[in-house]
């Protein structure tokens, strides 16, 4: 899905990415984890085609990232962003139907098919007792199920999440992350997320990348990868493995 | 928990609602200009107005031949035109606000936070001072404004520029700091000016007296070719109200289509001001009012806004004409209605953020 060699990026004289080489396959539930700072953020506004690098290539299905227009990626490509700011008062319907916005004409309602998309997203992320609720007067964990109801509808084959379900409680969490997971199995779709709870990074992902000073210490799946000694190594802290079942951190 | 059907009929209905809205409105505003054309000093029969409108719009010229010249004069020269521009800058401001609104995403912003209003401002009354000391015939006022809002907006928008990305608050800023400076140009020239002062500050309270057919032609050509572009592109500008990030993966070029608005959003409020002077608050109070009674979704927003707007200002206008003994410039009539509302906004909005 994509390739990235020899990327390099800087904020004025600092690198935040050094020399990052990366091959994504399509189908998988990737995290990449790391301490603040580490450059995670950077490194997938620059997937997404948010950010410009500034040397290096990064290919997306074989072709130069950069060489899409902003509509073709967005009927390929979301991302599902920590905070939505909406300071208007749309209803949580309008938002979700505004998923539909790549693929529908101007001036055109969104036929049957595009609403029953729509239905079907607000359903799974139980989120239809809000279609009438405004999307300035729900709370904030209730908004980032919206907002993944309208990625949703939207069908993307790459899903990229930074910190997409940190307002949720813990149960809607664990739903939405199953939820995601299920799309990777089912339909193929490729997940890139920024986690910060390492706990659910194992628990979910199919490959980490582990990134730290702008460097991508290592990537394989979380089983190999995410050892005691190396997250201790990466941020200093201690976790212990439950066998077979995941990972557990200890303050 | 609501079933597809449910809400698919809903949809349908919130639709229907809208549209009722709109034809509600345009029959009111009918009603309303013919209420209108009947109000003044001179007392002219309903049944001769209706004539001169019929007599003139059909080209039938012998229907007016048993009115006399002086009331057709009236009628047709005098009220008609004012009433039609006063709908015209009314839809054209409330357009530019819901605007500018959703391209700032601050529901408190309009025509005057970005500097466009003053900077047409200053460009006409710049062409007025010309006129009165410099030269020695006559620059034309309007293209002067529109001279005027066009360069201001890129010199904001160049202030506010950061790497090819206008934030809200730096647009907001920038727009302060050139709307004071030209604020104090337009001190200045009314200073220089000297007893001659009457015209400019005139102008500048906002009046739409002695509108003629001039300004309703370019009133409507500017204006409502604008008001149909912003229609046209209504939905992307729904996707922009999300923001900048959040445009780019719903397949909204967000550059493109905010340069878009805020040329046709300021071409909207320059012709409207060079057209009846500064007039406030129109473009903050109607979006405001639509968003919390009706919807905030730009594609009905927009046309009914333009309705509204025009119906209110339309509203003031005659309030200020008629019913007053001394005529009040509309511009003082609106702003002095409209700024205790934006104060109350205001307030209201710092409760809620928390």
Redesign the interface.
């Known amino acids: 899905m994509f390739k990235i060699n020899d990327l390099w990026f800087r904020y004025d004289s600092k690198y935040i990415l050094k020399s990052i080489n990366l091959t994504i396959k399509k189908g998988s539930f990737i995290s990449i984890i790391g301490p603040n700072g580490s450059g995670k953020t950077t490194l997938m506004n620059l997937l997404t085609g948010n950010l410009k690098k500034d040397t290096g290539e990064i290919f997306f299905l074989d072709k130069l990232l950069h060489a899409y227009s902003i509509e073709t990626l967005a009927q390929v490509i979301t991302v599902i962003y920590q905070k939505a700011n909406i300071q208007f008062p749309f209803t949580c319907l309008e938002i979700v139907m505004m998923g539909r916005n790549p693929f529908k004409q101007r001036m055109k309602p969104l036929s049957e098919k595009d609403m029953e998309i729509v239905y079907e997203a607000m359903e799974v992320t139980d989120t239809l007792k809000f279609t009438d609720s405004l999307i300035t007067e729900i709370s904030g964990g209730e908004m980032q199920r919206v907002i993944l109801a309208r990625a949703l509808a939207q069908e993307p084959q790459v899903l990229f999440l930074d910190e997409a379900f940190s307002a949720m409680d813990i149960a809607y969490r664990l739903r939405s992350l199953k939820l995601i997971s299920q799309l990777v199995k089912e339909k193929n779709v490729t997940v890139i997320s920024i986690m910060h709870d390492l706990n659910m990074a194992y628990a979910f992902s199919d490959e980490v990348i582990v990134l730290k000073e702008g460097k991508i210490r290592g990537t394989d799946c979380p089983q190999n990868l995410m050892t005691a000694s190396f997250i201790k190594e990466i941020f200093d802290i201690d976790v212990y493995h439950v066998k077979g079942k995941g990972l557990i951190v200890m303050p | 928990?609501?079933s597809?059907l449910e809400?698919?009929n809903?949809?349908k209905r919130r639709q229907k609602k809208s549209l009722y809205i709109g034809v509600m409105l345009s029959v009111l505003l009918i009603i309303f200009i013919l209420t209108v054309v009947n109000m003044g000093r001179a007392d002219i029969k309903v049944l001769d107005i209706l004539k001169i409108v019929y007599g003139k719009l059909a080209f039938k010229p012998f229907i007016l031949e048993n009115i006399d010249e002086a009331s057709v004069a009236i009628v047709w020269d005098i009220r008609l035109p004012r009433i039609i521009t006063a709908i015209l800058v009314g839809g054209g401001l409330a357009v530019s606000g819901v605007v500018f609104q959703?391209l700032l995403?601050?529901?408190l912003a309009d025509s005057y936070t970005i500097g466009v209003s003053t900077g047409a401002a200053f460009g006409a009354v710049l062409a007025i001072y010309f006129n009165l000391f410099v030269i020695e015939y006559t620059l034309p006022i309007i293209p002067c404004a529109f001279v005027g809002a066009i360069l201001t907006l890129v010199l904001v928008s160049k202030i506010a520029n950061r790497n090819g990305y206008l934030s809200s608050s730096n647009l907001i800023i920038a727009g302060i700091i050139v709307s004071s400076i030209l604020s104090s140009g337009i001190s200045l020239l009314k200073s220089a000016s000297g007893e001659q002062v009457s015209a400019i500050v005139y102008w500048l309270m906002g009046s739409l007296s002695a509108r003629t057919w001039h300004h309703v032609l370019l009133g409507s050509i500017f204006i409502i070719i604008g008001i149909l572009i912003c229609i046209?592109?209504s939905?992307?500008l729904?996707?922009l109200?999300?923001?900048e990030?959040?445009s780019?993966?719903?397949?909204?070029?967000s550059d493109k289509i905010r340069k878009l608005f805020f040329v046709i959003a300021s071409m909207i409020t320059a012709v409207c001001v060079s057209i009846s002077g500064i007039i406030g608050f129109v473009g903050l109070v109607v979006p405001h009012m639509l968003?919390?009674s009706l919807t905030?979704?730009n594609r009905v927003l927009i046309p009914i806004a333009a309705l509204l707007g025009g119906l209110l200002l339309l509203l003031a206008d005659t309030f200020s004409r008629v019913l007053l003994n001394v005529e009040i410039p509309v511009g003082v009539m609106t702003t002095l209605f409209g700024g205790p509302f934006f104060i109350y906004i205001f307030i209201k909005n710092n409760n809620n953020i928390h």
């Not at chain 2, 780019?248 to 070029?253: E, M």
């Open positions: 928990m609501q597809r809400i698919s809903k949809l959703a995403m601050n529901p046209y592109f939905e992307d729904n996707i109200c999300l923001g990030r959040e780019r993966f719903l397949g909204v070029n968003r919390f905030t979704d």
